[in-house]
């Protein structure tokens, strides 16, 4: 088993972020978030009924 410790840069971020569309004077207050820093990926985890989900799941469609 491997006990090195791993480098901070290197360790997963979690916390909480403001998810704002400016253009549309529209943002979602304390995001849950997750930063994989290893494979470059961000989740932000939204409630279903914000309303910036509606409006980002417009754009995808």
């Known amino acids: 088993m491997d006990t090195t410790p791993q480098h901070l840069m290197l360790a997963t971020y979690e916390g909480h ?3 704002a569309i400016p253009a549309l004077h529209l943002a979602a207050r304390r995001v ?3 930063f994989s820093p290893q494979v470059l990926r ?3 985890f939204l409630d279903p009924s ?9 754009e995808i469609l």
């Open 17 to 19: 972020a403001e998810l």
């Open 42 to 44: 961000l989740e932000a």
């Open 50 to 58: 914000d309303e910036v989900v509606g409006v980002l799941a417009s």
């Open 32 to 34: 849950p978030i997750r």
